[in-house]
């Protein structure tokens, strides 16, 4: 028995395709597992190829995300000390060099970033398998809120609680999120590797899929993964010549599909109702129609917070994941630290301004701003550029594709997000601009 266990061949492709497949999954599972994974692609990487990984040929926009590596830490330290000096009381119940040790703790992404880089580029990952298991697992939250939708209950035995369906989520409500970030790669599934399938038998298989993932996102009571899901779709639909005779098919099946869920239950078409009462008021305030501050909804009175706690660090921001604490010692507020009143003074204090870039020039700055701000424009010109307006080998490359049109998904500017610096987001996005960039450079399906 040991004998055979000696002629097996360790498969080092294999292993990290595999682990790479695991992702959609730990999204499921949680941030605990979302690290699991994380550490063990970043250890199994480090063990097998050392400092070779960080060999891979540099260019300007790995020099980019360096330097905004290197920001987060001197903001994270300069912050501590500042506030260990001016506002010790503050500083203690924060916690000392807890800004420091969270941005030490954030370069787990800056390494992943290069791992996915020189693993895809040396041909050590398969993205087949990538593919299936996130349109596996997108299915399965669909399928998960259709069950949850008809019997109150999901497959895991949550409940649905208000307006929002969370599948396997439980009190999380982001089922709408997460088939939005992951199901484009269902679509491109069989073009790229089941080729030998038919074209009608794709065209049949997409529309499907499509009807699917669509009521899936309206059901999950997500709106704004909705429309960034229809966002998406369009883009592809206007920029890949292959698929425009989708295009009416697509947008009748939308229309239906979203009219019959509207029409025929009360939890949707309240949802939306609200969502179209939201987006007359912002209208409204933004044109100086409604000014009363106490009256806007929450994420209005948020914007207001957002701007008084920039002020406060307008140039190297507040430290990574501080806008929780620095939004409570605005001027305006309190000008000192007072233990007693903390959970008072958060009535207009959220965890983060619910916007990437609001959040980034709170946390990092107006440097960090414009660093990652260069960062994307750079990269989504240089993929565009060459994809679609050239004759380099990229444009005949459709496994970019879906990574293209989901990071201009992800860092659309205005949408309200998470938090850029959480686990489950940051992982998102560095998955998905590692790759994009990765595939560029590499310029072959793998």
């Known amino acids: 028995m040991l004998r055979n266990f000696k002629h097996i061949k360790f498969d080092e492709n294999l292993y990290f395709s595999f682990l790479f497949a695991l992702l959609p999954l730990s999204f499921i599972a949680g941030n605990t597992i979302i690290n699991l994974n994380i550490v063990f692609i970043l250890l199994s990487a480090l063990l097998l ?30 912050n501590d000390i500042e506030t260990i000096i001016n506002n010790y009381d503050f500083s203690k119940w924060k916690g000392h060099f807890k800004t420091t040790f969270k941005s030490l703790a954030f370069l787990r992404f800056f390494i992943l970033y290069f791992i996915i880089r020189y693993l895809y580029e040396n041909g050590k990952l ?13 299915l399965f939250v669909c399928f998960d809120i259709f069950i949850q939708f008809f019997s109150g209950k999901d497959i895991f035995g949550y409940e649905i609680a208000g307006r929002k369906l969370s599948g396997p989520f439980g ?26 399938v038919s074209r009608y038998k794709t065209i049949f298989i997409t529309i499907f899929l499509f009807i699917i993932i669509f009521s899936g996102i309206i059901l999950s009571g997500n709106r704004m993964p909705l429309l960034i899901f229809l966002m998406s779709v369009m883009l592809i639909l206007i920029f890949q010549k292959e698929t425009r005779r989708l295009s ?10 979203f009219s019959v869920f509207l029409k025929t239950n009360e939890r ?21 129609k409604k000014t009363e501050i106490e009256s806007a909804p929450n994420y209005i009175k948020e ?17 990574i994941k501080n806008f929780r604490y620095n939004c409570n ?13 903390r959970f008072k003074k958060r009535v207009l204090c959220n965890m983060h301004p619910h916007n990437y870039y609001l959040e980034i020039l709170t946390e990092v700055g107006v440097i960090g701003f414009i660093i990652i701000s260069g960062f994307f424009s750079l990269l989504l010109y240089s993929v565009i550029l060459r994809r679609y307006f050239s004759k380099s080998t990229l444009s005949g490359n459709y496994a970019v594709v879906p990574f293209l049109f989901l990071l201009v998904s992800e860092i659309f500017p205005i949408k309200s997000t998470g938090s850029f610096f959480t686990t489950a987001n940051a992982t998102y996005i560095f998955l998905i601009l590692s790759l994009t960039i990765a595939i560029m450079r590499r310029q072959k399906i793998n």
Request: without cysteine; hydrophobic residues 50%.
């Open 171 to 196: 009190e999380e409500l982001i089922a709408g999120s997460y088939i939005q970030r992951f199901s484009l790669f269902s679509f491109f599934l069989i073009p790229l590797f089941f080729s030998r």
């Open 268 to 288: 949707v078409s309240n949802n939306f109702s609200n969502f179209k009462y939201q987006i007359i008021y912002l209208v409204e305030f933004v044109s100086g």
């Open 248 to 257: 009416v098919p697509l947008i009748i099946i939308s229309f239906l599909t």
């Open 303 to 319: 914007f207001s917070t957002f701007y008084e706690t920039w002020l406060m660090n307008k140039y190297i921001g507040g430290g």
């Open 126 to 138: 398969k993205l087949k398998f990538f593919f299936i298991s996130s349109s596996l697992f997108t």
């Open 329 to 341: 010692e605005r001027p305006n507020v309190s000008s000192t630290f007072n233990l007693d009143n």
């Open 49 to 78: 190829y050392k400092l070779t990984i960080f060999k891979i040929k540099i260019f300007f926009l790995d020099k980019l995300i360096f330097f905004f590596f290197i920001l987060i830490i001197f903001t994270g330290l300069f």
